[in-house]
């Protein structure tokens, strides 16, 4: 087991590619602390504790820190995984209160996860954080302004962290998935899934799982000389 002895947070684990994580972090032997701001958590296969966190919320934040203050003061793993999508405006119709939605939480939730992280692990290393953005943080697709935006800054807050926290211990790196088999994906018009799908050179949807296995690698000490990496699990789309 790769991750024994570590402890490890994540967010957006409720269901899809947060659970996926959680799932993988706990069968490599690590204690999981799930998070999402659902307040009841879903059954989990391993050693999972479940807690509820907006992580958009400073307030929710503190009282995670909590949490793993009450466990000795360290996180050897941050996933942030929580994601939203609500909405297919481009910026031509975007509204004030979806781009704010969508920034909180795919933007300001994992500067905030971070924070928490960091602040706490400076000094106390080592620490991995893997961040989830997308394939639309590196490349556009048509419309989706505010998440292009939130995924495009959480690629560069990642290498941002990476950089800054190098010789303390603390490592960073981001995933970007592809087309990915969630209920997220499952949310959005078929035809739009119809066309990223198209664009998938291996023409195939992923696997939550096919994720997490990145995220155990990157999270792991496996690892260990790998920080500000942006890792694409996209069926080959960011390569064309
Ligand atoms: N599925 C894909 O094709 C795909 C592709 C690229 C990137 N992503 C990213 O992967 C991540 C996971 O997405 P998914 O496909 O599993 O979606 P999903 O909708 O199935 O799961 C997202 C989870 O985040 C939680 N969440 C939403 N708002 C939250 C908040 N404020 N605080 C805490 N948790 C919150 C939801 O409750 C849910 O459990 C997201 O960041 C998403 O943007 C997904």
């Keep these: 087991m790769k991750l024994q002895g570590k402890l490890a947070l994540v967010t957006g684990a409720y269901r899809g590619i947060g659970k996926a994580c959680a799932e993988a972090l706990a069968r490599e032997g690590a204690r999981v602390i799930a998070t999402d701001v659902s307040a009841q958590g879903p059954g ?22 909590e949490a793993i203050d009450a466990e000795g003061g360290k ?6 995984a929580a994601g939203v999508a609500p909405t297919k405006s481009g910026v031509h119709d975007v509204t004030m209160e979806d781009w704010d939605f969508i920034l909180r939480v795919n933007q300001t939730g994992v500067m ?9 692990m400076l000094g106390k290393g080592p620490l991995s954080i893997v961040n989830i953005s997308s394939i639309w943080g590196q490349v556009a697709g048509t419309g989706q302004i505010a ?45 739009m899934n119809a066309v990223t799908l198209a664009l998938t050179p291996m023409g195939r949807i992923g ?28 069926g080959g789309f960011t390569a064309q």
Aim: proline share 4%; with cysteine.
């Design 44 to 65: 989990y296969e391993g050693d999972v504790l479940y807690h509820q966190c907006d992580v958009g919320s400073q307030a929710d934040w503190e009282r995670i820190g």
């Design 75 to 80: 996180i050897d793993i941050l996933v942030n």
């Design 112 to 120: 905030l996860g971070m924070r928490m992280a960091t602040a706490r």
């Design 147 to 191: 998440y292009h935006a939130s995924k495009g800054a959480v690629i560069n807050m990642t290498r941002n962290v990476a950089v800054t926290y190098a010789r303390q211990g603390i490592r960073a790196n981001v995933i970007l998935p592809g087309l990915i088999d969630t209920e997220m994906v499952r949310a959005q018009k078929p035809e």
């Design 207 to 234: 696997h939550p799982n096919e994720i997490a296995e990145g995220v155990v690698y990157l999270a792991g000490d496996t690892s260990s000389f790998v920080t500000g990496a942006v890792l694409p699990i996209d």
